[in-house]
């Protein structure tokens, strides 16, 4: 007997699409049911051996015994944190490919003209790692003791207090434009191209104070080289508990830190940024991690990826508004 062409092309149908099936169950799910699968990258946009490196590599070791793989950290330093980006919002949506974001790459939204990601559409974050303290800080044998009375010189003598911080558009900066506008006070911002020209500026007395991160000056301050007048995260740093913050000096409006967190690409899968989540808290909140977090004054930070979201989110918003009100001249 011959076969039926309608029954055989309909039996062809049935097994084109049950291998289709296959195939699409292979490629979608499935994927996100094998990871790992390799080992993890983590992209830092910062160079090796500075407080966000660190705090990487540490959180990092950890990761990779729960997730069963090596994570390895490149390093791709400069341009505003662009090409580490770049590289992770081109890369395989399949978890293995993270950034390290910060709120540089928040402001980087707000400083550049144009950037080849969009940092909101095109990451999706997974959880924050830590937070750092931002201090204002003078000489030791500086006349000012506390905040208050830094402002109040700067408020009697308009335009002759001077501020120091690393380059035009970093996190100091903008801390510093910052205290400038929530103080109401005539002070100038100086500029310098690194931390340490910072501090031998203030040291020399070439400045009167200065906006830095706290790590990295803290053994001077420790040493008495340097004073601590305030810190500017929303409590009191755990390291110099006896330090005021901003807002206990006066200044109801300046309240900012640095943070990190942990991000991959945009589409990986719900289930990928699910497991990544867990297994980043795990290691954020272990006792040695945490540990060694604190001996770089860092404070370990994790948390859900829709926070991490909304905290990069919403650091976009208020650095671009801060740049667009003192003209930082976009890049």
Known sequence: MAPNPTSTRSLCGVVVGVLALGLCLSCGPGQAQTFPAKPVRIVVPFGAGGVADLTARTVAQKLSESLGQPVVIENRPGAGGVAAGDAVAKAEPDGHTLLLMSNGTAVSAGLFKSLPFDTLRDFAPVSTLASFDIAIIAAAESRFRTLAELLAFAKANPGKLNIGSIN???????????????SGADLQIVPFNGTPAVVTALRGGQIDAAVEIL???????????LRVLAVTGARRSPTLPDVPT????????????????????????RSVIARLNQDIAAAVNHPDVKKKLHELHVEAQSGTPEQASELLASEIRRWGEVIQRVKIPTQ
């Not at 000056?217 to 420790?222: E, K, Y």
């Open 246 to 269: 901003a807002v206990e000096s006066g200044l109801q409006g300046l309240v900012a830190a640095s943070w990190n967190a942990l991000a991959a690409p945009a589409r990986t899968p």
């Open 168 to 182: 035009i558009g970093s996190t100091q900066n903008l801390v510093a434009e910052l205290l400038k506008s929530s």
């Open 215 to 225: 790590g990295p000056v803290l053994g001077q301050v420790q040493g008495k080289a």
